[in-house]
C-alpha cells in the first residue's frame, strides 16, 4: 500500500513537531536536566510517535477497504495485523 504525500500531511507534520520535541530532549539530557522533567518530555514524544505510526495504519486500512470496494474478505488480515502489531 502506498500512502499519497497529500493524505498523509498531517502525519507527518506530527512526526516533524515530535523530531523537535526530541532533539529538545536531548538538549534537556545534555544540560544535566532533572530525571522527572526528561522522562516526562521523553513520554511525550513516544506518544506523538505512536499515535502517528496509528494514524499511518488507519490511513492503510482506509486504502485497502477502498481498494477492494469494501470487501473484507480480500483484505490481506494477516499483513494488516502484523502492521499494528508492531507499533505494540
Given amino acids: 500500500m502506498d ?3 497529500t493524505e498523509v500531511k498531517a502525519i507527518i507534520t506530527r512526526m516533524k513537531r515530535a523530531n523537535g520535541h526530541l532533539a529538545s530532549v ?13 522522562l516526562t518530555q521523553l513520554a511525550a514524544v ?5 499515535r502517528a505510526g496509528y494514524a499511518i495504519v488507519a490511513t492503510g ?3 485497502c477497504l477502498a481498494d477492494n ?5 480480500s ?11 508492531s507499533l505494540a
Avoid: T, W, Y
Wanted: a negative charge; aromatic letters at 2%.
Fill in 61 to 63: 486500512l482506509q486504502h
Fill in 26 to 38: 536531548i538538549r534537556m539530557m545534555e544540560e544535566g536536566s532533572d530525571c522527572e522533567s526528561v
Fill in 69 to 73: 470496494d469494501g470487501d473484507l474478505a
Fill in 3 to 5: 500512502l499519497e504525500p
Fill in 75 to 85: 483484505v490481506d488480515v494477516q499483513k494488516m495485523e502484523k502492521l499494528f502489531l
Fill in 46 to 50: 513516544n506518544k506523538a510517535l505512536s
